[in-house]
């Protein structure tokens, strides 16, 4: 699929559908584990059908209600898909340490291999899909999606190995120990995994909360900043960016020496400058970048960039 919109859409669908099979396969199961499994997708069906909204947002330009743009809708449906999952992921671990605790729970093994037979090539598929997406299209949205159904195919595997399992059990006679299957396998599950919901919530967190980018990000983008300006003389040079769900809002701050040699036309060539090497590592990009020729008028440590008396601004 090439458009974002296309792959966040098959997304959806096969969230419904997997969650649809899940809930019908656990009222002739009695699986936790699959009820786990089958309101996971029927939530991030939900959540999905928000993303949809959001990445069609993202590609509109600002607005007077949103002059930043819509970007900061993109991390927030991060967040949001990561509590969620989070919050269904602790639900069903206290429920099986329940079960555990009150003798475990039955569960008839056909059906529930069934299910996880056919959960585990849905989801493989999905995750290939966005997978395949994601060499057209660049878009923190598909990336989530993917890590999301990356990990729904790895639980839909260990529930069909654990289910095999009780068949083994079953022909073994060992009644004792099949009780307890479904709620350790739940268990397992939900430790073995809950560390991405935990990771996709905080990364967006950050985002939000308008935290610098990781190094990997940050220093390619001083490094671009320090090529474009290497050819004048600089008393201070300070960059400050932040990366709301695509898009990078980079700022740069050149305090010049008192009696600058850099003309206003030579300063607008230096922005186009700063532009271009920065969008040679990173897109979408916006890039400000601010003269000052006055020391006094340099950007504070608090991160504010303060403009006075000949301060010339301009964006790309």
């Known amino acids: 699929m ?20 899940g809930i019908a396969a656990t009222l002739a199961s009695n699986s936790q584990a699959i009820l786990l499994d089958g309101l996971f997708n ?20 600002d607005s007077e209600s949103y002059p930043f743009g819509y970007s900061y809708f993109e991390s927030l449906v991060n967040l949001c898909k990561g509590l969620l999952i989070f919050g269904v992921s602790i639900f069903a671990l206290v429920d099986a340490i329940a079960a555990l605790l009150t003798g475990g729970r039955a569960i008839a093994a056909g059906i529930a291999i069934a299910y996880a037979l056919f959960a585990t090539a849905a989801c493989s598929l999905t995750a290939w899909v966005m997978h395949r997406s994601l060499r ?6 598909v990336e989530a999606d993917k890590a999301n159904w990356v990990v729904n195919s790895v639980i839909s595997a260990a529930v069909l190995a654990a289910f095999c399992l009780v068949l083994v059990f079953e022909k073994l006679q060992w009644q004792s120990v099949l009780t307890y299957i479904d709620p350790l396998l739940v268990i397992a ?15 967006a967190l950050r985002e939000l909360l308008n935290k610098t980018p990781e190094d990997a990000l940050a220093e390619p983008v001083h490094q671009a900043v320090g090529r474009a300006l290497a050819d004048i003389d600089t008393q201070e040079v300070r960059v400050r960016m932040v990366r709301p769900g695509r898009l990078l809002y980079v700022i740069v701050h050149v305090v010049l020496p008192a009696t600058p040699d850099v003309s206003i036309a030579d300063q607008d060539k230096l922005r186009a400058k700063v532009d271009e090497e920065v969008r ?5 990009v916006v890039c400000d970048v601010v003269f000052t020729a006055d020391t006094r008028w340099a950007a504070p440590s608090c991160g504010l960039l303060v403009e006075k008396h000949s301060t010339e601004k301009g964006g790309a």
């Open 189 to 203: 599950v939900v430790v073995l995994c809950l560390g991405v919901p935990v990771r996709m919530a905080s990364q």
């Open 136 to 141: 057209s299209v660049s878009s923190p949205l």
């Open 42 to 61: 029927l939530i991030y069906f939900g959540v999905a059908l928000v993303t949809i909204k959001v990445s069609r947002l993202a590609s509109r330009p």
């Open 2 to 21: 090439k458009t974002e919109s296309h792959t966040l859409a098959f997304s959806a669908f096969m969230a419904l559908l997997i969650g649809c099979a």
């Open 280 to 284: 040679r590592y990173y897109s979408p």
